[in-house]
């Protein structure tokens, strides 16, 4: 297959899910069953991936494929020169893995909601409003430019506004839709102001323009401060869209949207987008950059890891879960270990889409259930969604031949890694409990909503299996969960790995002065030998070597710990989890009120906002409407006065003069008699009046 006809099919693999959006939401009402036209394009759209993907992987291997053409040429800007912006494909090793995750989740998402939504007064809409998510998140796996992923980025934050607050009628919807938007704009304006950072240095968009010209020397404004500006408010739009602290609030809110749209959000679209930016522009980041990116993500991970632990709606659980696992990706791109970031979110993917479908499925049987003190006993009512989430679950505890084994085992590996080589030791310190926390919660999850006894009877006895539509997607997740997918490589048996063998490390791009010590080559003879790729020192390389048991092991103890307290607790019920929760009351109300950020939000950033907003509606309304009232009185009483002088003194003037001509003219009219007679007279008075005044000589 030719790389022009692989940018066409991938041109159509973008473009099938507007088409759909497109069709269905024009004609939905008018054609029964117009949905399913959807759910036929995202069946289309996820086989012509699986296409792209075996070719570019088993053909191209490791080279780049790119399409693009001018979009707006300026010629030559003052101050700027010559300025042409790009539209444009990319096609690399990690476009086509996360184009087979987006089209295969996306795909399960429509099918699972088939069933799911049935009934719903705007079904045909739902479907409409999916097809242009996918679309959307598409556009920014695709995209070669900054400007083109922007434009997406925006989109799906469009598309995330409509999903969520779907059931808009709900105030709690609307308002979680609302929040997930303006909060997302915050990291944007973040992600906007980097972006023109870059721009007005470079002239252009385009991601490997960019970064060729960062590598030869070319750095912003000269300085290294400015790089580091740079990597940060771009990643800004990663701490909006993938819910990093301190903006991680809209997620679990985003749960009052339809729980299947929780599902496409947390998997494959919206939060994946921000840990995909997040590796695409690695290769810019400076040491500085990297240590605030791996604080954002253990923060992140730790905080959400916490609050998960008591609560008690189970899509709140799993949007907690998403959040701290998000952390997870954000910390080993920060500590430098890109890869197993990228590994962990397709692994995470497949499973936490299994996850919350498996909630949905629940939820569904249960008569929209959420509360998982209300549960329990499900495990005999429903066995497919019990073992397919049984599945997923010991998949994010990080449990061996499950696939959040591998990934996890790299993530906690590096940060080892990075706290030996930088002495930043409180990050492996946060990875590790963090790791002992996911499997406690989630345990505890998988406990009180499937076994023992049911605790609310009534809905317990109507319980039952979910339909096959919704079952499928369920065992096709828990398959994708397995390890077996991710450690031989189909293609190359002999190269190792998938995800270690096609996720190749990236040029080195940003000059060596501003990155770690470990990500430095060990000598300019090996720089040059690699044509300048990233090298880690053989300090690194050994630190590896000795940090990948370690790492390993504790993890899995700490696995093992987390599940098997969980299993005291809630299943054997040696330990008492509300004696405990009432000696630690202060603890638990801090955990299960979300540390009370969104309380700590209201009070400042929503208090101050609405302060300020006040002010100026009282500068408003006081004095610029003030002015402009004034500036309106003014006007009148001059126009007033206008008026009177022009009526009594200038028309006043022009009448008088016309009166005064008009008078005398009908005096002297007097005098015009015709007769000779007369005037003769008038000659003669007249010279008898000058005798008298004027007498002559």
């Known amino acids: 297959m030719s790389e022009s006809l692989l940018i066409n099919i991938s041109i159509v693999i973008l473009f099938l899910p507007l088409l759909g959006f497109t069709t269905v939401i024009f004609f939905g009402k008018k054609i029964p069953k117009l949905y399913m036209f959807e759910v036929a394009v995202l069946g289309l759209t996820l086989l012509l991936s699986i296409i792209v ?12 494929i790119i399409a693009a053409f001018t979009w707006i040429s300026m010629g030559n800007a003052p101050a700027l020169g010559g300025i042409n912006i790009e539209l444009g494909f990319k096609i ?6 996360m184009l087979f995750v987006v089209n295969l989740i996306s795909f399960l998402v429509h099918v699972f909601s088939i069933e799911y939504m049935r009934g719903d007064k705007r079904y045909t809409r739902y479907f409409a409003y999916l097809g242009i998510f996918t679309f959307s998140m598409l556009g920014i796996v695709l995209t070669h430019n900054l400007l083109m992923m922007y434009i997406f980025w925006e ?18 919807a609307s308002d979680a839709a609302k929040k ?7 990291g944007d304006i973040g992600m906007f102001l980097g972006i023109l950072i870059l721009f007005t240095q470079y002239h252009t968009f385009t991601f490997d323009a960019i970064y060729e010209q960062i590598a030869a020397g070319n750095i912003p404004f000269g300085s290294n401060a400015w790089l580091t500006a740079a990597g940060i408010l771009i990643f800004m739009g990663a701490v909006g869209k993938s819910a990093q602290f301190p903006l991680h609030v809209w997620l679990p809110d985003a749960m009052e949207g339809p729980t299947p749209v929780s599902a496409l ?15 695409r522009i690695f290769v810019m980041l400076t040491a500085d950059a990297m240590l605030v990116i791996a604080v954002v993500g253990a923060v992140t991970a730790l905080v959400a890891a916490t609050i998960a632990l008591t609560q008690n709606d189970i899509k709140k659980v799993l949007a907690y879960s998403t959040v701290s696992q998000l952390g997870y990706m954000v910390m080993s791109i920060g500590v430098g270990a890109y890869a197993f970031a990228f590994f962990h979110l397709v692994t995470h993917a497949f499973f936490k889409a299994c996850l919350f479908l498996g909630s949905g499925s629940v939820i569904h049987s249960m008569h929209h259930e959420q509360d998982i003190r209300n549960m329990g006993g499900l495990k005999k009512k429903m066995p497919i969604t019990y073992y397919t989430f049984l599945i997923s679950s010991l998949a994010i505890s990080g449990v061996p031949l499950f696939s959040g084994f591998l990934s996890k085992d790299g993530i906690l590996a590096g940060t080892l890694v990075f706290g030996k080589l930088t002495g930043h030791w409180l990050i492996p310190i946060i990875g590790f409990a963090v790791a002992g926390l996911t499997a406690f919660y989630m345990f505890r999850l998988v406990i009180m909503t499937f076994h023992g006894e049911p605790r609310d009877h009534h809905k317990y006895d109507h319980a039952h299996e979910s339909p096959f539509v919704m079952a499928a997607p369920l065992v096709v997740l828990a398959v994708l969960s397995v390890f077996i997918w991710y450690t031989p490589n189909p293609i190359n048996p002999s190269a190792g790995w998938v995800i270690g063998d096609w996720i190749k ?5 940003t000059p060596l002065e501003t990155r770690y010590e470990f990500m430095k080559p060990s000598s300019e003879a090996a720089k040059a030998e690699v044509h300048g790729e990233v090298i880690h020192s053989v300090e690194y390389t050994e630190t590896m070597h000795w940090a990948h048991y370690p790492a390993m092991f504790l993890s899995l103890f700490l696995a093992g ?43 400042t950033a929503i208090a101050g906002t609405l302060r300020f907003s006040s002010i100026l509606a009282w500068f408003d309304n006081t004095i610029v409407d003030g002015i402009v009232n004034g500036s309106a009185t003014v006007t009148r009483f001059t126009s007033r006065m206008s008026n009177w002088f022009d009526t009594y003194i200038v028309d006043g003037a022009v009448n008088f003069s016309a009166f005064l001509s008009g008078f005398v003219g009908l005096s002297f009219r007097r005098l015009q008699t015709g007769k000779v007679q007369t005037y003769i007279v008038f000659v003669v008075f007249a010279i008898i009046i000058l005798l008298m005044f004027f007498k002559p000589f």
Request: aromatic share 16%.
């Open 561 to 603: 710990l987390g599940i098997l307290v969980a299993f005291l607790f809630y299943q054997w019920k040696k330990l008492n989890a509300d004696k405990l929760a009432e000696k630690l009351q202060g603890l638990y109300k801090f955990s299960l009120n979300k540390w009370f950020l969104d309380e700590l939000y209201d009070l």
């Open 505 to 509: 490390t990236p040029a080195q791009v």
């Open 180 to 186: 997930a938007f303006i909060v997302n704009r915050i």
């Open 92 to 97: 690399d090793n990690i476009t086509v893995i």
């Open 265 to 279: 959000i947390h998997a494959a679209t919206m939060v994946a987008a921000g840990v995909y930016l997040a590796v």
């Open 53 to 64: 993907a075996y070719v570019k992987l088993s053909i191209y291997d490791t080279k780049d």
């Open 155 to 172: 989109l799906v934050g469009l598309s995330s506004y409509l999903l969520i607050g779907f059931w808009y009628e709900k105030k709690s």
